[in-house]
């Protein structure tokens, strides 16, 4: 482990190791919840200086200074160059890929499908990493609360979007009271209103780990709500917020993070579901058949 760290990642990973009590600085509670605050959100810490900051972290100027001094830091200013890092990442992430598909010349004249084939096998290599990685016990831990709970809200944010939509569409077939968290004629704090203790969200993001999925699942996990969340990585911000985490590998041979490990992912849990509900969930897509007939519409 490196002090500092190197990026922000790593940052990110030296708070994790101290909140699991695996790692001892000399670092007061109030620095600490400070410094957690500043991860969750570090677009803030980015654009602030070390005035602003205090004013919005609740501490001092110089107890800012001696934490970044205790992460081995020189001062504010190369602590904070991490989070600008970061920062700037989140906000390049498409047009990076992109360049690196440009730079990476895999598409000459007559060889195209040499793109398509790379493609496979970075998608091939993700689920691969993916089921060795994943528990027996987070599976069926996701399936339980799945099939089990009252109700259910999904949320992914930006491209994360698509495979919410997968899975509230998969699982309103099987069963009723799932929704997506934010309608379209709702904004995000009504439909955090709507969440009651013991509800379960399925939250779902990969890097560049958007600042609205993460502040999601933290005020729901506040309001005593359970989660589910369904990302790229143990180091994500996502997966200390759950009860229950399942990690996708989003390594890309793309601009974007592909989607395909998460659709097989997601089209496995909901067969997982399926089989937990057994005759109530054969019951209700019957039910629903019904009502598409009555409807004259194709099933």
Do not use: W
Not at 36 to 56: F, G, R, T, Y
Not at 136 to 141: D, K, P, R, V, Y
Not at 158 to 170: F, K, P
Not at 183 to 196: N, P, R, S, T
């Amino acid at each position: 482990m490196n002090f500092p760290p190197k990026n922000f990642e790593e940052l990110r990973h030296i708070v994790i190791n101290i909140r699991q009590g695996e790692l001892d600085l000399a670092m007061g509670k109030k620095s600490f919840q400070a410094l957690e605050s500043m991860i969750e959100d570090a677009d803030v810490v980015a654009m602030s200086n070390i005035v602003e900051l205090a004013a919005k972290t609740q501490l001092s100027s110089a107890s800012i200074t001696r934490l970044a001094k205790s992460l081995g830091f020189k001062g504010f200013q190369q602590f904070q160059r991490l989070f600008k890092q970061k920062s700037k990442m989140a906000n390049s992430f498409y047009s990076d890929g992109v360049k690196n598909l440009i730079t990476s010349n895999v598409i000459k004249e007559k060889n195209a499908k040499l793109l398509l084939r790379e493609q496979l096998l970075t998608v091939t290599n993700n689920i691969e990493q993916g089921l060795d990685d994943v528990s027996e016990t987070a599976l069926i831990q996701a399936k339980t609360l799945l099939a089990s709970k009252s109700r259910i809200y999904i949320f992914g944010y930006r491209h994360s979007a698509a495979i919410a939509n997968i899975l509230r569409y998969g699982l309103t077939l099987l069963r009723p009271n799932v929704q997506m968290l934010v309608q379209e004629d709702h904004g995000v704090a009504i439909a955090l209103g709507q969440l009651k203790k013991g509800d379960l969200l399925v939250v779902i993001g990969s890097a560049p780990y958007s600042n609205v999925t993460v502040k999601i699942a933290s005020i729901a996990k506040k309001q005593q709500c359970q989660i589910i969340s369904i990302t790229d990585s143990k180091l994500s911000p996502l997966n200390d917020l759950a009860s229950v985490a399942i990690h996708i590998p989003s390594s890309k041979h793309f601009y974007m993070n592909s989607l395909v490990s998460n659709c097989f992912f997601i089209e496995g849990l909901l067969s997982l579901v399926a089989l937990e509900l057994g005759k109530v969930a054969v019951n209700h897509l019957q039910k629903h058949e019904k009502l598409l007939g009555q409807l004259e519409v194709s099933s």
